[in-house]
Every structure is written in structure tokens, then in C-alpha cells.
T-cell receptor, first 112, second 111 residues
Framework: KAGVTQTPRYLIKTRGQQVTLSCSPI?????VSWYQQTPGQGLQFLFE???????NKGNFPGRFSGRQFSNSRSEMNVSTLELGDSALYLCASSLASNQPQHFGDGTRLSIL | SQELEQSPQSLIVQEGKNLTINCTSSKTLYGLYWYKQKYGEGLIFLMM?????EEKSHEKITAKLDEKKQQSSLHITASQPSHAGIYLCGADPSGTYKYIFGTGTRLKVLA
């Protein structure tokens, strides 16, 4: 069974630009969550989608947004990039609330 | 809001030694996940503990959940270099998919 796939693996952008990251969950998983991981703040929850609806959102500014498609694939977008947005962005999918999340290898975003 | 704190923050052990990593919650734990992460990569699911007193083992790794102490421990027996990485505990306190994670424990195993 294929795992969670995130693309691209690496991305370099400059301040002010915007970026879109993609995540394909494990087949059959309808819940997709996004996280930001930095050395200083650790792993922080961004948002979670289920059946194309955002069910939960973390404490991030509105520049961070996401969506989920009917095939459960998800994208997250960050607009007006700031230096502090440099991080590893992880996507995870889950079958149900009492089941573990399975993570992709992440997208390493660097802002110059 | 609930927080998870892990100890120690980092650990260096000689190959073959046993070690324990702790995850302490600021509120009651109703379930806990353990993950392992290699630098710059995604998290690999290790174990899920759902009930107080539950203990699970996989190969040389054992995890326990003590709800009264609001704590979980991860024990590695006879550590190997392949055990090296960052261990993270995680929980979904409200059952709403808004997961929180611990601060992580960085493990290095010397051959």
C-alpha cells in the first residue's frame, strides 16, 4: 500500500512569493492534516481536512490556507512568504479519529 | 490547552544499553501515539496506546501509558544504531484531529 506522498520535497522561494504544497494521502484515508516543523517551535498543527471540509485549524495567520479535493488529495498554500516560514511542512493522513496518523516525508521550504 | 513535555531532550547511549524516554502531559491522557523521525524526514508510527495501564511492544521497543501520572514511557532494550533518531509522542486530546506533539527526544546510539 503506498504511503503518504508529498511534493515537492524541496522548495526555495523568496520573501513575498507564494507557494503551494501537495499531499496525496494513503488510499482510503479521508482525513488529511498539515503540520509545520521548525527547530524552535517543534511540530505545530496547521489544519485538518475531511471530505473537502476544514474541520480544525491551528493558530496560524490567514496567509496559510489549504483545501482538499474529492479524491482526498490536499494542497496547502502560503501567501506573502516570510523568512520565518522556512520549515519542514508535513502532511499526515488517517483512517479515523482513533487510528494513528501516517506521515509523508515532508516538503522542506526555504525562504531567501 | 494541553501540552506534552518529553524528557530527556537528548540522549547518547552506547550500543547494547537500555534507555527510557518519558512523555508527560499537562492534562489527563486518554490516548497517546509514539513516533520516530529521522532528520529531515517524516514521522514513522511506532505505537498507539489507548487505555490507562496499556503496554505494547514491538521488537525491542516497549511503550506504557500511565493515565494517573499523565505520563507515557518508551523503553528500548539493547539499543542499536538503527534506533537513532528523534522520538516524539503525540495525542489528540479532544478527539477532533487537532493533534499535539511533544518536544521530541533526540537519541544517538554509539556503535
Amino acid at each position: 500500500k503506498a504511503g503518504v506522498t508529498q511534493t515537492p520535497r524541496y522548495l526555495i522561494k523568496t520573501r513575498g512569493q507564494q507557494v503551494t504544497l501537495s499531499c496525496s494521502p494513503i488510499s482510503g484515508h479521508r482525513s488529511v492534516s498539515w503540520y509545520q516543523q521548525t527547530p524552535g517551535q517543534g511540530l505545530q498543527f496547521l489544519f485538518e481536512y475531511f471530505s473537502e471540509t476544514q474541520r480544525n485549524k491551528g493558530n496560524f495567520p490567514g496567509r496559510f490556507s489549504g483545501r482538499q479535493f474529492s479524491n482526498s488529495r490536499s494542497e496547502m498554500n502560503v501567501s506573502t512568504l516570510e523568512l520565518g516560514d522556512s520549515a519542514l511542512y508535513l502532511c499526515a493522513s488517517s483512517l479515523a479519529s482513533n487510528q494513528p496518523q501516517h506521515f509523508g516525508d515532508g516538503t522542506r521550504l526555504s525562504i531567501l | 490547552s494541553q501540552e506534552l513535555e518529553q524528557s530527556p531532550q537528548s540522549l547518547i547511549v552506547q550500543e547494547g544499553k537500555n534507555l527510557t524516554i518519558n512523555c508527560t502531559s499537562s492534562k489527563t491522557l486518554y490516548g497517546l501515539y509514539w513516533y520516530k523521525q529521522k532528520y529531515g524526514e517524516g514521522l514513522i508510527f511506532l505505537m498507539m496506546l489507548q487505555k490507562g495501564g496499556e503496554e505494547k511492544s514491538h521488537e525491542k521497543i516497549t511503550a506504557k501509558l500511565d493515565e494517573k501520572k499523565q505520563q507515557s514511557s518508551l523503553h528500548i532494550t539493547a539499543s542499536q544504531p538503527s534506533h537513532a533518531g528523534i522520538y516524539l509522542c503525540g495525542a489528540d486530546p479532544s478527539g477532533t484531529y487537532k493533534y499535539i506533539f511533544g518536544t521530541g527526544t533526540r537519541l544517538k546510539v554509539l556503535a
